[in-house]
């Protein structure tokens, strides 16, 4: 329980960092996302990663440069496996839920 938690706060903080605003997602699709990033031993910034690539196409040109930033300092760190960084870009990871917290 406290192990999710803590992986809770530190999906917000990748997403925010990202520049995802938390409150504007569907908390079942975030939900959703920590599950499946759960079992397939993402870390919380491999996590964020597959969230933004759903949410890429609705962001702006300059939150998407921001973006682009923050995806190259993260692959360069420990935190973001290559494979892992694959498997969050290449579409293999289906979610029921849309991203948006307007839709269910």
Avoid: C
Avoid at 37 to 62: C, D, I, N, Q
């Amino acid at each position: 329980m406290f192990k999710k938690f803590l992986y809770h706060r530190s999906l917000n903080s990748a997403l925010l960092e990202l520049g995802i605003e938390t409150e504007e997602l569907n908390p079942a699709f975030r939900d959703e996302v920590m599950d499946v990033a759960l079992r397939e031993h993402f870390t919380p910034k491999e996590a964020a990663l597959s969230v933004l690539t759903l949410v890429y196409p609705s962001l702006s040109l300059v939150d998407r440069l921001r973006t682009i930033q923050v995806v190259r300092r993260w692959r360069s760190s420990s935190q973001v496996s290559e494979a892992n960084y694959r498997h969050t870009q290449n579409g293999s990871l289906a979610f029921e839920r849309s991203p948006s917290g307007h839709h269910s």
